[in-house]
T-cell receptor, first 113, second 110 residues
Framework: ETGVTQSPTHLIKTRGQQVTLRCSSQ?????VSWYQQALGQGPQFIFQ???????GRGNFPPRFSGLQFPNYSSELNVNALELDDSALYLC????????????FGQGTRLTVV | RKEVEQDPGPFNVPEGATVAFNCTYS??????FFWYRQDCRKEPKLLMS???SGNEDGRFTAQLNRASQYISLLIRDSKLSDSATYLC???????????FGTGTRLQVFP
């Protein structure tokens, strides 16, 4: 296993609600990236956190926000959920920025109804 | 145009077959290239990095052609356990942002 854990594993929410997903990075890793994977698609980069600061963002609206804590764990928050937000949300941890392998957690499967 | 393009498949092949996947990328500044494997409803896992000189790991061979912006993966002597989705991935310089293709699904049958 990668040592990257995500919670919860599955979640069902109603349109308009807010959700918080959590990720514990691999020991010693200070960088966490979040990806959204819709059914039949490859993962899409949402944003990355490096040492508690956002360090790059993909093409996602501001209702997708995040946080990284001093222990390098991270949260992804999504406000005003839409049906199209239904997806597998993956977090990946790595050491530093650029050049090191990223290890993925098992993902959180979010269903918005 | 997508940044990374792959044939989604599925590729249905018998055990023992050789199968090749191709991928093209649009950003010539891309620096690092990978193949990831993703099993059904699981997270992606790094299969191998791809280098211009080509690299081999057992039954798997990866090639990169920077001039054509083309990446390939060859699987020889396919096993049932190779059934999965294979994701072509590129990364820019000094960034951890991974850009994934949609994946190519492989189904190996007995």
């Amino acid at each position: 296993e990668t040592g990257v854990t995500q919670s919860p594993t599955h979640l069902i929410k109603t349109r308009g609600q807010q959700v918080t997903l959590r990720c514990s990075s691999q020991s010693g890793h200070n960088t966490v990236s979040w990806y959204q994977q819709a059914l039949g698609q490859g993962p899409q980069f949402i944003f990355q956190y490096y040492r508690e600061e956002e360090n790059g963002r993909g093409n996602f609206p501001p209702r997708f926000s995040g946080l990284q804590f001093p222990n390098y764990s991270s949260e992804l928050n999504v406000n005003a959920l839409e049906l199209d937000d239904s997806a597998l949300y993956l977090c990946a941890s790595s050491l530093g920025v650029g050049g090191t392998e990223a290890f993925f957690g098992q993902g959180t499967r979010l269903t918005v109804v | 145009r997508k940044e990374v393009e792959q044939d989604p498949g599925p590729f249905n092949v018998p055990e023992g077959a050789t199968v090749a996947f191709n991928c093209t990328y649009s950003n010539s500044a891309s620096q690092s290239f990978f193949w990831y494997r993703q099993d059904c409803r699981k997270e992606p896992k790094l299969l191998m990095s791809v280098y211009s000189s080509g690299n081999e790991d057992g039954r798997f061979t990866a090639q990169l052609n920077r001039a054509s912006q083309y990446i390939s993966l060859l699987i020889r002597d396919s096993k049932l356990s190779d059934s999965a989705t294979y994701l072509c991935v590129v990364k820019g310089y000094n960034t951890d942002k991974l850009i994934f293709g949609t994946g190519t699904r492989l189904q190996v049958f007995p």
